[in-house]
């Protein structure tokens, strides 16, 4: 007899694996662009929905959209340039802009009372 080895199928499909690493390569660059001061380049590729070869290629044109930091043979992307491209606020309360007791008291005292 003959062994015959039973194929597993596949649990997911070529295009769902895809898009599941696509997922985890976004999730990975929003840590780091929350933690790090800089980011790699191709993790500010995939924040920006480009190819890595495309963004290099408008680091190469210097039209980039944010400033680059280059380190050698290496390219950084501040990270803080880039939130603020984004529009994506900071989540650490550390990074939060400290507020003075006249602010909060003005917003407060402009606020609608609630119901």
Do not use: C, W
């Not at 194929?7 to 929350?34: C, D, F, G, H, N």
Request: no cysteine; glycine share 2%.
């Amino acid at each position: 007899m003959a062994n015959k080895r039973k194929r597993s199928r596949r649990e997911m499909s070529v295009e769902e694996a895809e898009a599941a690493l696509l997922e985890s390569r976004k999730t990975a660059a929003r840590e780091a662009l929350q933690k790090e001061l800089t980011v790699k380049v191709p993790a500010a590729a995939v924040l920006l929905g480009l190819s890595k070869q495309h963004a290099y290629d408008l680091i190469k044109e210097n039209a980039f959209p944010v400033p680059i930091i280059k380190l050698g043979g290496t390219f950084r992307v501040p990270s803080r340039a880039l939130r603020e491209l984004l529009q994506v606020q900071e989540s650490t309360p550390e990074a939060a802009p400290k507020r003075r007791k006249s602010q909060i008291d003005a917003a407060a005292s402009s606020a609608p009372p609630t119901p």
